[in-house]
């Protein structure tokens, strides 16, 4: 919450070309996998942030997330995996076996990692109908011998996309893919920032929404530009000043899965910054670009994401520190998938800190991606923004 904010740029109800494009996202990153399959480059499906999408670019690939946002992809999966599943892993699995998601269809190879169990486990099913490559992903952060076996396993992931793609990776094309990579990192990282303002210019979820689920797409670039110079001074409808400073942190909201940001959004509340890895996490560091070694580069890069999964994740402790004290939040809500036990385990952590070190209120929302709870959770939100307006939300955790 903060004191006026006067513009004369753009309201948020005018057209707004950036926003326009990344509202056809889904068809754009389709005319480009389309043109690029015609040119001879391949589609590769990842499920996660920690594959390094800079491996895939510099063999000719088109790296495509494929993490299922959508609900009604979900029964189909339960008819193969356990109902007690995480909804995005659900949902992914999903999309195989509707066979709705063109990019999984399309895809000459998915490159997926041992994060958690469902997810691992997952994959030996998507591996009935696409060949799969399997980063072994070292569980403990601190330790060099886990950064060693990371480094041989994006080298044995390079071997792979060489003799699938027929393609030679030398090191300069890594490092033209590192510096790609960087620069898209840097305008995402750069748009995310505006909402540092006393009076941000966009909505978390439009935010969230400008960005593709293809990296590195030419168009892509041209259109973070051009809402880096139009953003600033834009006004919203409520007004930034009237609404409640939010943190999100937790699971990932993948395209689809947007129903807890807009409950909070639509509760008067401004998510002005989402650590997490639909958001700012994966842009937090950037690949070395004059590294002797790009692999190692990338190795180290990606080893630092801080993941639940890892053990300790002491780093995405001090990530939601420095970001408390970047974004100003009145309030951290920690978004949990049902049955992910690692954010799950995790948010005790978390809520210490926020509420004991950080002294801000803390709301834990565990959901699906049904709409069936979307009343009782806009109910725990309301309760914590009138905690945060009647002034106590610093003093207590209101979950
Ligand atoms: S939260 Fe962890 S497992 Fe999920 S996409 Fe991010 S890095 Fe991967
Ligand atoms: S949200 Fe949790 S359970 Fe779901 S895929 Fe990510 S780490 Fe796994």
């Known amino acids: 919450m903060s004191n006026g904010c006067k513009s004369n740029a753009p309201s948020s109800s005018g057209i707004y070309g950036p926003l326009t494009w990344f509202g056809n996202m889904v068809e754009n990153c389709l005319k480009y996998a389309e043109a ?21 670019i510099a063999a000719g690939g088109m790296p495509a997330c494929l993490c299922g946002g959508v609900f009604e992809t979900i029964a189909p999966a339960e ?35 041992t994060t ?3 997810k691992k486990k997952m994959y030996e099913m998507l591996g009935r109908d696409k060949p799969v490559h399997v980063l072994e ?18 080298r044995k992931l390079k071997q792979r996309l060489e003799t699938l793609f027929g393609a030679q990776i030398d090191d300069n094309s890594i490092r033209h893919a590192i510096r790609t990579m960087n620069r898209e990192r840097a305008l995402r990282r750069d748009l995310a920032a505006l909402m540092k303002s006393d009076c941000p210019p966009m909505t978390g979820r439009e935010l969230l929404d400008m960005k593709s689920i293809i990296a590195c797409m030419p168009e892509d670039f041209v259109q973070y530009e051009k809402a880096l110079s139009m953003l600033p001074g834009r006004t919203l409808d ?7 400073r939010v943190l999100l942190t937790g699971v990932p ?20 910054s989402q650590e997490n890895c639909t958001g700012i996490k994966p842009l937090l560091e950037d690949v070395d670009e004059e ?9 180290s890069k990606y080893f630092h994401l801080p993941c639940s999964v890892l053990t300790p994740n002491t780093r995405r402790m001090d990530s939601l520190r420095a970001l408390v004290h970047d974004y100003r939040p009145d309030c951290v809500i920690d978004l ?47 309760a914590l923004f009138e905690t945060v307006r009647a002034g106590s939300g610093r003093e207590r955790n209101i979950d």
């Open 116 to 118: 958690c169990d469902g």
């Open 79 to 113: 008819k193969y995996l356990p109902s007690n599943l995480c909804p995005l892993i659900k949902s992914t699995f999903g999309f195989s076996v509707t066979k709705q998601n063109p990019f999984l269809e399309m895809a000459d190879l998915l490159v997926v990692e």
């Open 137 to 154: 992903l070292p569980q403990k952060a601190d330790d060099p011998d886990a950064m060693e076996h990371w480094v041989a396993e994006l």
């Open 253 to 272: 909201v993948p395209h689809g899965a947007e129903k807890v940001v807009d409950i909070v959004e639509n509760s008067g509340g401004l998510i002005v």
């Open 36 to 56: 690029g399959r015609q040119a001879g480059k391949r589609v590769v499906g990842i499920t996660c942030e920690f594959t390094p999408r800079e491996l895939i």
């Open 336 to 382: 949990i998938w049902q049955a992910c036990i690692t954010y799950d385990v995790e948010s005790f952590q978390v809520r210490e800190l926020v509420t004991n070190e950080l002294g801000l209120a803390y709301l834990r929302i565990e959901t699906d991606y049904s709409p069936s709870d979307s009343a009782q959770i806009a109910m725990r939100v309301q």
């Open 291 to 299: 590294a002797s070694d790009p692999i190692r580069a990338l190795a």
């Open 238 to 244: 409520p007004p930034a000043e009237s609404r409640v």
